[in-house]
T-cell receptor
Framework: DAKTTQPTSMDCAEGRAANLPCNHS???????VYWYRQIHSQGPQYIIH???NNETNEMASLIITEDRKSSTLILPHATLRDTAVYYC?????????????FGTGTRLQVTL | DSGVTQTPKHLITATGQRVTLRCSPR?????VYWYQQSLDQGLQFLIQ???????AKGNILERFSAQQFPDLHSELNLSSLELGDSALYFC?????????????FGPGTRLLVL
């Protein structure tokens, strides 16, 4: 199962960039890095995923280190609605099922 | 709204009982996943189905079982319930079962075992 390490909590001022780190040193082969978030007890929401290259979509940017053992999720202009628990995971290597394993995640608090 | 629906939203039952949780995947999605989220254990993968067939198994207890029907909806059956089974149960779906499929989660079923 995927093992990831994330800070327990982070604060960010509204309008500023939120940079959330994740260590995934056990990532192997062609596993993808995934980021999800969970607001209160709602279902986790997909944010972004990547393999080797940096990725950007309408929600966030994902920076993956060259050795792929860590990544950073960037919310470029955090808003109060981005307050949530953010989870990183890895998996989905070719030929395997895409099961996700989440650790305890990072609780991001966006403040005025 | 992810397009994944789960019923019921809340369920309260007693120890020793059996319950069935239902999930309807997004239109067009063939793969369904079940997860359990408890306060002390985070989100744990239970089982995955793809087009009616079991595809992967995680930390699913023998008291739990699941199936995916021809119309692609899925049910998770929990039997001989214990206090420790109280948790949020999420269903997710994806188009395929392959390597980089994005999973879309439903709103969850909150189970309370008394």
């Amino acid at each position: 199962d995927a093992k990831t390490t994330q800070p327990t909590s982070m604060d960010c001022a509204e309008g500023r960039a939120a940079n959330l780190p994740c260590n995934h040193s056990t990532i192997s082969g062609n596993e993808y890095v995934y980021w999800y978030r969970q607001i209160h007890s709602q279902g986790p929401q997909y944010i972004i995923h990547g393999l080797k290259n940096n990725e950007t979509n309408e929600m966030a940017s994902l920076i993956i280190t060259e050795d792929r053992k860590s990544s950073t999720l960037i919310l470029p202009h955090a808003t109060l609605r981005d307050t949530a628990v953010y989870y990183c995971s890895h998996g989905g290597e070719t030929g395997t099922a895409s099961k996700l394993t989440f650790g305890t995640g990072t609780r991001l608090q966006v403040t005025l | 709204d992810s397009g994944v629906t789960q019923t019921p939203k809340h369920l309260i039952t007693a120890t020793g009982q059996r319950v069935t949780l239902r999930c309807s995947p997004r239109s067009g999605d063939l793969s369904v996943y079940w997860y359990q989220q408890s306060l002390d254990q985070g989100l744990q993968f239970l089982i995955q189905y793809y087009n009616g067939e079991e595809r992967a198994k995680g930390n699913i207890l023998e008291r739990f079982s699941a199936q995916q029907f021809p119309d692609l909806h899925s049910e998770l059956n929990l039997s001989s319930l214990e206090l420790g089974d109280s948790a949020l149960y999420f269903c997710a779906s994806s188009v395929d079962a392959g390597a980089q499929e994005t999973q879309y989660f439903g709103p969850g079923t909150r189970l309370l075992v008394l």
